[in-house]
T-cell receptor, first 111, second 117 residues
Framework: KQEVTQIPAALSVPEGENLVLNCSFT??????LQWFRQDPGKGLTSLLL?????REQTSGRLNASLDKSSGRSTLYIAASQPGDSATYLC??????????FGGGTRLMVKP | EAGVAQSPRYKIIEKRQSVAFWCNPI?????LYWYQQILGQGPKLLIQ????????DSQLPKDRFSAERLKGVDSTLKIQPAKLEDSAVYLC???????????????FGSGTRLTVV
C-alpha cells in the first residue's frame, strides 16, 4: 500500500527566504507526482506535475524535483512571499488516475 | 469555464443523524472523485466514478457511506448515521478521463466542511 509522507508538517519563515519542502513515497511504481497548494476554505490548486520519466519541473519561483528510485520529491520555493502562505500537498498518481496524498506542509511566510 | 460546484459549504449535524453532499463536475468530465480530508491530513479517496459506474470504492465505509452518480453527471455522497470521526472536509473533483496522462488532470471543488457534534 502506497504511503506518502511530507516533512516538515509546518514551517514558519521570514519573507525572502528560499524554502525546501520534502515528500517521500514508499512505492516507486507511480505514473507521476503532483504538487498542490491549498488555501483555507478553498479547493486544491495544481502547482507542478512531474512525469515518472522526468527529473524536475519549474514554474516561476517554484521548482520540483523527482527521484523515483529513492521515492523522494522536493518542492523548492525561491524568495518566499507572504502570499505563498498556504498548505502544500504532494500526491502520487497510480493506475486509474487515483491520487494518494501526503499529510501536507503548512507554510507561513511572515512579512 | 465553470468549476466543480459543491453544496452545502458547511454543515453541522449531531451524531447518528444523516447528511448528504452534492457535487456538479465540469461539463463533459466523465470521471468524478470524492475525497475525505480530516483536519491536518491530506485528502483520502473515498470513491471514483467513470460516468455512472463505480471504478473504485475500496476505501468507502460502506456500512454508513453511500454515493451515486445516476445520470453520469452530478453526484451525491451520503452518510447515515454520522459519527464524530466523520468530521472532515469532503472534496469533489472531476477529470475528463481516468487516464493518468491525457485528460487526467483534476479540478477540485471548494469542498463541504462537515462538523459532527
Amino acid at each position: 500500500k502506497q504511503e506518502v509522507t511530507q516533512i516538515p508538517a509546518a514551517l514558519s519563515v521570514p519573507e525572502g527566504e528560499n524554502l525546501v519542502l520534502n515528500c517521500s513515497f514508499t512505492d516507486s511504481a507511480i505514473y507521476n507526482l503532483q504538487w498542490f497548494r491549498q488555501d483555507p476554505g478553498k479547493g486544491l490548486t495544481s502547482l507542478l506535475l512531474i512525469q515518472s520519466s522526468q527529473r524536475e519541473q519549474t514554474s516561476g519561483r517554484l521548482n520540483a524535483s523527482l527521484d523515483k528510485s529513492s521515492g523522494r520529491s522536493t518542492l523548492y520555493i525561491a524568495a518566499s512571499q507572504p502570499g505563498d502562505s498556504a498548505t502544500y500537498l504532494c500526491a502520487v498518481r497510480r493506475a486509474g488516475n487515483m491520487l494518494t496524498f501526503g499529510g501536507g506542509t503548512r507554510l507561513m511566510v511572515k512579512p | 469555464e465553470a468549476g466543480v460546484a459543491q453544496s452545502p459549504r458547511y454543515k453541522i449535524i449531531e451524531k447518528r443523524q444523516s447528511v448528504a453532499f452534492w457535487c456538479n463536475p465540469i461539463s463533459g468530465h466523465a470521471t468524478l472523485y470524492w475525497y475525505q480530508q480530516i483536519l491536518g491530513q491530506g485528502p483520502k479517496l473515498l470513491i471514483q466514478f467513470q460516468n455512472n459506474g463505480v471504478v473504485d470504492d475500496s476505501q468507502l465505509p460502506k456500512d454508513r457511506f453511500s454515493a451515486e452518480r445516476l445520470k453520469g453527471v452530478d453526484s451525491t455522497l451520503k452518510i447515515q448515521p454520522a459519527k464524530l470521526e466523520d468530521s472532515a472536509v469532503y472534496l469533489c473533483a472531476s477529470s475528463l478521463t481516468f487516464s493518468t496522462s491525457e485528460g487526467g488532470g483534476y479540478t477540485f471543488g471548494s469542498g463541504t466542511r462537515l462538523t459532527v457534534v
